[in-house]
Nanobody
């Protein structure tokens, strides 16, 4: 069974940091692009960051650029999202998702539609 499991969500004060993890089971992430998406109450799901299958291409939404860093450790079959300088607008359920593009396509997309596999989400709450 192919699964993605997110972890690391928590309640954190403004200005704080969190690291989210996305672990895969039932398949290896080696040839998958991974995206981190988030959905706040009453808002549409939006792409926060993504990383290509080789790790040498990353993309960030303008709202998180300079604060969030995505990385992957294929040996651990895990992708991470380091989130710094968190603010209340970052409060959301964070989901990771995976899609296998052709091996020559080293990029990733911040749109949800192409992604085939999704985790169950992890809650991030930024509040004092």
């Amino acid at each position: 069974q192919l699964q993605l499991v997110e972890s690391g969500g928590a309640l954190v004060q403004p200005g704080g940091s969190l690291r989210l993890s996305c672990a895969a089971s039932g398949f290896t992430l080696d040839y998958y692009a991974i995206g981190w998406f988030r959905q706040a109450p009453g808002k549409e799901r939006e792409g926060a960051s993504c990383i290509g299958h080789s790790g040498d291409f990353t993309n960030y939404a303008d709202s998180v650029k300079g604060r969030f860093t995505i990385s992957r450790d294929n040996a651990k079959n895990t992708v991470y999202l380091q989130m710094n300088s968190l603010n209340p607008e970052d409060t959301a359920v964070y989901y990771c998702a995976a899609v296998k593009f052709g091996i020559l396509f080293r990029q990733c997309l911040l749109k949800a539609a192409p992604y085939d596999y999704w985790g169950q989400g992890t809650q991030v709450t930024v509040s004092s």
